[in-house]
């Protein structure tokens, strides 16, 4: 059956596809003949049989497209497209993304051009969705899809008088519970690769604030984990057993339970539960497969109110997934970091009434967490080496807040085995110039593999600008640094922010002090200029230095001129970044 409505969503946190999720359900409910699937997925090709599609898509670190995304992003960004290809097609756009960095929701922005000039009627103007809004990004959103249904009805008739609240939806899968006898555990489908801890240590003192772990895997020589520098590991973490005790207890769920699952709606593929095993049973479904430590989302409320039998429970779930709501869902659960698992423990009576099969529904699958290679190949043939700030922080709640994979990868000894796979990174590294990088932090990371790998090579000019808060605690790799200055491969220059309380020093003021280093390398011999770390305000300071550096070396080059320059050099990719929030 031809698509009434196609939802291609692409994004890195699971905003989009919660976004999806809601516009699929009110599809359904509708009456719409509707498909929801990660634009990964879609192949570009069938746009030509689609007559309605929403486009949902997020802007990653300084203005990326996400991973998901950038197959398609390549073949509809061809020049040679003819200007009328999409002419038959309506289209809207849904761009999510943070206004407090400066490349704001540009990947929404460019998409919603691109369809435009290959001829599609956009039926709307294009949405965008702000995570710094005190009601997150549906406060924007909620409005803008009021204006889209209206839109959509004149396009497509709708099943008449149904409304949304009236029902509730068939679940996803089918679960059956199985007897012993009945029980076929699946053999293993080679999704990821296995690797295993060959050490496992802190590199901080006990003493300062942040435990970050420098962690060696063994990668048993599979084929598969092959790796280039700048390449990033995504790790797949496992939900700790006391939580998995805690959630099976709150849902009346014996973990031994043997169980199949049969996927019932094939029109909503969702990220996590795509390659469910047939056979299962209910401690490895939560403790490998169900992102209970996550913070739900508003279509996890706008489910679960459903299942309650409790007046007071319900009441109060049904307007966290409320329009209305959203000031109070996020004072409750995004500003504190409330997860799903805490949440069901504050209500118990809804907790205990949800259904087994619909729990794909409600939980999103567990997603792999990247990391940036720090090792090479070339010197460490069967390693993948990672340093690991590990998550841990306060906020209103009694207990503090900790990330799911970094505490996972904490908690690791010799000789565990751990599931990963490779994905390609951001840098496009060249072989051989001159080459700077800028790396504060666990950012220095993605910079040892290059360095190694340079160092291997007998490739030189290589220059580092590292900074951390204290020379004596969190200076990564000092002692190799030191090696490869001593030996002619390596300018290392650091920035300590807290060894002087009088005086903050950052990377920037550092980049600022040797501007001749930058002058030299960057103006005048063309070099590339790689920044990594978190996304914050880190690179914004480092770019911010570069047109200062720029501006300082010429005094006939204003503010204008130096920021089309410094925009010239990162459409060249002369300046590329690999940020994280």
Not at 309 to 319: A, F, P, Q, T, Y
Not at 417 to 426: A, C, D, F, Q, V
Not at 438 to 454: D, H, K, L, M, N
Not at 537 to 558: E, L, S, T
């Amino acid at each position: 059956m031809v698509n009434q409505l196609l939802i291609l969503y692409a994004g890195e946190t699971g905003n989009s596809e919660d976004v999806a999720r809601m516009v699929y359900r009110a599809a359904k409910k509708l009456g719409l003949q509707s498909k929801a699937m990660s634009i990964s997925d879609y192949q570009m090709s069938q746009l030509i049989d689609e007559t309605l599609v929403l486009f949902i898509c997020s802007t990653t670190g300084q203005g990326n497209e996400p991973t998901p995304l950038k197959r398609f992003w390549t073949l509809i960004m061809r020049k040679n497209l003819p200007n009328d290809c999409l002419s038959h097609l309506n289209a809207a756009v849904i761009g999510l993304g943070d206004s407090s960095y400066m490349l704001y929701n540009v990947v929404g922005k460019k998409l919603f051009k691109r369809l435009q000039s290959l001829g599609a009627k956009m039926i709307l103007d294009l949405a965008l969705g702000d995570d710094q809004h005190d009601l997150g990004l549906w406060a924007s959103v909620t409005p803008w899809l009021q204006e889209f249904w209206d839109k959509v009805k004149q396009l497509v008739p709708l099943t008449k008088g149904l409304n949304p609240d009236d029902i509730i939806f068939e679940p996803s899968y089918q679960v059956d519970v199985l007897g012993c006898n009945e029980y076929k555990p699946d053999i293993p489908k080679p999704q990821v690769n296995s690797g295993s801890i060959i050490c496992n240590e802190r590199v901080t003192p006990s003493s300062h604030f942040q435990e970050v772990r420098f962690i060696k895997i063994c990668i048993n020589n599979e084929p598969d984990l092959i790796y280039q520098p700048g390449d990033v590991v995504l790790i797949h973490p496992k939900n700790f057993p006391d939580e998995v005790a805690i959630f099976c207890s709150l849902l009346n769920l014996n973990p031994s339970m043997k169980f199949r699952c049969r996927q019932l709606d094939m029109n909503f593929t969702e990220y996590g539960h795509n390659n469910l095993p047939e056979f299962l049973d209910v401690h490895t479904l939560v403790t490998q497969q169900l992102d209970i430590h996550s913070v739900p989302k508003r279509s996890f409320f706008d489910l679960l109110w459903r299942f309650s039998e409790d007046d007071l429970e319900r009441e109060k779930l049904r307007e966290f997934a409320s329009t209305e709501g959203q000031q109070e869902l996020y004072n409750y659960c995004h500003k504190p970091k409330r997860n799903i698992l805490e949440v069901l423990q504050d209500f118990p009576h809804t907790a205990s009434k949800i259904p087994l099969n619909y729990l794909f529904d409600l939980i999103p699958g567990i997603r792999p967490r990247a990391f940036s290679i720090a090792s090479s190949m070339k010197m460490y043939p069967n390693e993948i080496h990672l340093l690991v700030a590990v998550v841990k922080f306060k906020t209103k709640l009694r207990s503090p807040r900790t990330g799911l994979c970094s505490n996972y990868l904490a908690q690791l000894v010799k000789g565990d085995s751990i599931n990963l796979t490779i994905r390609r990174g951001e840098f496009k590294i060249p072989h051989s110039d001159p080459l700077i990088m800028v790396g504060p932090g666990t950012g220095v990371a993605p910079f040892r593999s290059i360095i190694q790998e340079r160092f291997m090579d007998k490739i030189p000019d290589n220059v580092l600008f590292f900074g951390c808060r204290f020379s004596n605690a969190d200076y990564y790799f000092k002692d190799e640094w030191e090696e490869y200055q001593s030996k002619s491969h390596l300018q290392v220059f650091t920035a300590f922010s807290r060894d002087n309380p009088a005086k903050k020093w950052y990377v920037q003021d550092e980049m600022l002090a040797n501007r001749s280093i930058i002058e030299d390398f960057i103006i005048k011999r063309g070099s590339t200029l790689l920044i990594a770390g978190s996304s914050n305000q880190m690179p914004d300071d480092v770019r911010n230095c570069v047109k200062k550096i720029i501006i300082d070396c010429n005094n006939q080059i204003g503010e204008d001129e130096a920021e089309k320059l410094v925009c010239k050099l990162e459409a060249c990719r002369k300046i590329q970044y690999e940020c994280w929030s």
